[in-house]
C-alpha cells in the first residue's frame, strides 16, 4: 500500500514563496517518477513539475523560472519551492507517484495567492 502525504499549502501574498512537500511511504519500486499537479476552481488537473527517481526533472512552461521541484531520497519526499507567485497559482495542488505497480495521488494541499 502506497501513501502519499502532502503538506506545506497555504495564503501566501503575490510575489511570495511557498514550499509544498510530499512523504511517500510504503512499497515503492525503485524506478519510478514523483510529480506535482495542480488543479484550479473550473479546471482540470494540470502537470506542474516532475522528477524521477534518478533526479531527472521537468518544469511546465507557465511556472518554469518561478518553481523548483527536488527530492530527499532519505526522506522519500518530494518538495515543491515556488517563488515569485502570482493569483493564477491558486489551486489545490496534489502530488502524484507512478511506479511499475500503478499510479497513485495524494490528497491535495491548498494553495492561495491572494493580497
Known amino acids: 500500500q502506497v501513501q502519499l502525504v502532502e503538506s506545506g499549502g497555504g495564503l501566501v501574498q503575490p510575489g511570495g514563496s511557498l514550499r509544498v512537500s510530499c512523504a511517500a511511504s510504503g512499497s515503492i519500486s525503485s524506478i519510478h517518477v514523483m510529480g506535482w499537479y495542480r488543479q484550479a476552481p473550473g479546471k482540470q488537473r494540470e502537470l506542474v513539475a516532475t522528477?524521477?527517481?534518478?533526479?531527472?526533472?521537468n518544469i511546465v512552461g507557465s511556472v518554469k523560472g518561478r518553481f523548483t521541484i527536488s527530492r530527499d531520497n532519505a526522506k522519500n519526499t518530494v518538495y515543491l519551492q515556488m517563488n515569485s507567485l502570482k493569483p493564477e497559482d491558486t489551486a489545490v495542488y496534489y502530488c502524484?507517484?507512478?511506479?511499475?505497480?500503478?499510479?497513485?495521488w495524494g490528497q491535495g494541499t491548498q494553495v492561495t495567492v491572494s493580497s
Open positions: 502524484n507517484l507512478v511506479t511499475t505497480r500503478g499510479n497513485y
Open positions: 522528477i524521477t527517481s534518478g533526479g531527472s526533472t
